[in-house]
């Protein structure tokens, strides 16, 4: 039977309506059931416990458990992976950190591209990183490092805790930016780093504070500047080093994606439960607690910034030839 025309139309515009209105119906009704968030470090790392402290939060606004799953290993790539192969309907997000931006460039073969692959959500915390020397070292400021590692060129070692790590990609971008020949020591862990860095077997590291800060209270080590654009709150008379090398600037952050083609709708509705989180007095003392400073955008906004970094860290990898562990 032949359709009339107007009621062929009619037909094919409700047909054109319905996944819209499903997608939003869906998003309304979300969560329905628990959701993971796969973090790619082990439990205890600072990943780790800004996943538990976002997914409580997330837990409690929208009444469905958010459970942490961590996926440690390959630098992150195992767990963004796994959220890259998972359904596109926001019960498995990834939590994130410049690993994720760097290793782009770091690694030639990865079965994804994150900043297609991975759909930001929200971005949350952002910390400096603070340029720390053993107190042997003969420089009391930036400038005074420059002039010390000049006259001294391969002669002193840089610790990170691994190749392509932020704490190394910063280093390496100080020494890109002022023009300064240090040895690259890598360790498997940032513990063992900061412990050679005391005892004088390296001498210059750029570690996150809430890994340094007790060493630096305790006057065991020294610390020069901080990496980040603006000076850091808790330590306002520590200078960023772009006041001695213009330009220049690294800082750890965090965020949450999801599989690309998560429903809009659920992004967004994440995004602001998240925003809702990171402006809860409760929640930003803890946050405060880590070192660092809320760092709130909105996803189109986050998506530019993780652009941003990925070509900036691209260029310093590329620069140094830094390799995979």
């Known amino acids: 039977m032949k359709l009339p025309r107007r009621g062929f139309l009619r037909l094919t515009a409700g047909a054109a309506v319905l996944p819209v209105a499903s997608h939003i119906a869906w998003a309304q009704d979300y969560p329905s059931r628990t959701v993971r968030i796969v973090v790619g470090s082990a439990a205890g790392s600072a990943n780790d416990i800004l996943a538990r402290l976002i997914g409580q939060w997330l837990s409690n606004r929208l009444g469905q458990p958010f459970i942490i799953e961590n996926r440690p290993g390959a630098a992150t790539n195992i767990a963004t992976e796994t959220v890259v192969r998972a359904p596109a309907d926001g019960y498995t997000l990834l939590m994130f950190a410049p690993s994720s931006a760097i290793n782009a460039t770091l690694y030639n073969k990865l079965n994804f591209v994150f900043a297609g692959d991975i759909a930001p959500v929200a971005s949350l915390l952002r910390q400096p990183q603070i340029m720390l020397v053993n107190p042997s070292v003969p420089a009391r400021t930036v400038s005074e490092f420059i002039a010390y590692a000049k006259a001294n060129p391969g002669k002193i070692n840089m610790a990170s805790s691994g190749n392509g790590t932020s704490v190394h990609i910063a280093g390496e971008l100080f020494r890109m930016m002022a023009g300064v020949d240090l040895v690259h020591v890598p360790y498997r862990g940032g513990a063992q780093a900061l412990t050679d860095l005391i005892a004088g077997q390296v001498q210059v590291m750029f570690p996150v504070p809430s890994s340094s800060i007790e060493f630096i209270r305790q006057g065991t080590l020294r610390p020069l500047a901080v990496t980040s654009a603006t000076?850091?709150?808790?330590?306002?008379?520590?200078?960023?080093?772009?006041?001695?090398?213009?330009?220049?600037?690294?800082?750890?952050?965090?965020?949450?994606?999801?599989?690309?083609?998560?429903?809009?709708?659920?992004?967004?509705?994440?995004?602001?439960?998240?925003?809702?989180?990171?402006?809860?007095?409760?929640?930003?003392?803890?946050?405060?607690?880590?070192?660092?400073?809320?760092f709130a955008s909105s996803p189109a906004e986050f998506g530019a910034f993780i652009a941003e970094e990925t070509e900036k860290w691209g260029k310093v990898v590329r620069f140094a030839g830094i390799k995979p562990d």
Do not use: M
């Open 231 to 294: 000076r850091w709150d808790a330590r306002p008379d520590l200078p960023t080093i772009g006041e001695f090398v213009p330009g220049y600037e690294a800082s750890t952050w965090f965020g949450i994606g999801a599989p690309r083609n998560t429903p809009a709708k659920i992004v967004e509705k994440l995004n602001r439960e998240i925003k809702a989180g990171l402006a809860d007095p409760t929640t930003r003392s803890k946050l405060d607690n880590l070192g660092g400073g809320v």
